[in-house]
């Protein structure tokens, strides 16, 4: 089972700027499927960003100039860079992976989240 653990979120001033880390105990595979969610309270679950394992990315129109997913394998390391962060970004980021051994099974691992909270 691989586990994923998020870092790097914490208290910004709108026009910041914050990295985060998720860290998967076990090895992160080429075709892995990885992504970071947010979800503020009250609010529904976001997709904020994906970047497939031959290093395609896509992202929320709400992030898209500001945000960057990246990948490093070697170190089955997942990055969320965000920049000019806003009042709006707040909320708790949690990373994902999606694995497909067979045809039939997909298997899914969340991270716990980490808090993200920019204030004007």
Do not use: H
């Amino acid at each position: 089972q691989v586990q994923l653990a998020e870092s790097g979120g914490g208290l910004v001033q709108a026009g910041g700027s914050l990295k985060l880390s998720c860290q998967a105990s076990g090895r992160i595979f080429r075709l892995d499927l990885l992504k970071w969610y947010r979800q503020a309270p009250g609010t529904q679950l976001e997709l904020v960003a994906s970047i497939t394992g031959g290093g395609i990315t896509n992202y929320a129109d709400s992030v898209k100039g500001r945000f960057t997913i990246s990948r490093d394998n070697a170190q089955n390391t997942l990055f969320l860079e965000m920049n000019s962060l806003k009042v709006e970004d707040t909320a708790v980021y949690y990373c994902y992976l999606e694995r497909s051994p067979t045809v039939e099974a997909t298997m899914r691992f969340w991270g716990q989240g980490t808090q993200v909270t920019v204030y004007s």
